[in-house]
């Protein structure tokens, strides 16, 4: 009996000492952001703007995430990769707005005014799902999700052209095996230019990495954890 009421109570001191230890929104935040590859600059600029900026935009990507089914805080990131989240944003190679959205994309989604940011969101996310739906590539989750942020990036037929030469089936394609490929991909290849030596397959593969640690972040500003977040490797 000595026995059995040692262990109940052990049992007990045992299961409130771990509840004691549940994780916060502060630990999850601060853990995000020391585990992040982003530097300093990229992370204080993040912050300041996800107060300062993003805000005022926070309806119109939940409205583009419940039309979609893609995730709130997903779009987000993608968001503050293409333009940090400026709706007047633009490129020299005439893509536009919130998600940087090029004309023949703008067309396609049905965005009449790419520097209207609720337009250009729900167009980008529009966008995005058809990626995701008719990407036929990756072996996981998160190779599928990985795959078609690249082929947001970079094309669907240039990352179709490009997983054709890996020696795989479709379904057996990681997102290693493609970034391996697109490592020695030049501007040249896909039809694009390089930037100052930067090369159009590395940009793509920094692309992915980034919209993933700004993925992170928005995660754990809304107190998301970790087992609840996307996968994407």
Known sequence: FRFFLYSLTMFILFGCSQADKKISCED?????????????????KFKDLLANRYPEFD???QEAAEETSIEKNLLAAISFQESQWDPRAKSNMGVRGM?????????LVGVEKRLNPEQNIKGGARYLAILKDKNIFGK?????????????????????????????E????????LE?????????????ID???????????DYVYRVKNYYELMAAHSCTSPKDQLTFF
Request: aromatic share 8%.
């Open 28 to 44: 999850i935040l601060e853990d995000a952001y020391s585990s992040s590859s982003l530097n300093n600059f990229e992370k204080n």
């Open 59 to 61: 309806v119109m990507f």
């Open 99 to 107: 998600m940087m959205v090029t004309l023949e994309t703008a067309a």
């Open 140 to 168: 996981t989750t998160a190779d599928q999700l990985s795959i078609t942020l690249a082929s947001y990036n970079l094309g669907p037929t240039n990352i179709i052209n490009i997983a054709k030469t890996i020696n795989k």
């Open 170 to 177: 479709p379904t057996e394609i990681t997102w290693f095996d």
């Open 180 to 192: 391996n490929k697109l490592k020695n991909i030049t501007g040249e290849d896909v039809n694009l």
């Open 195 to 205: 930037v100052n030596g930067y090369s159009r397959g590395q940009q793509a593969i």
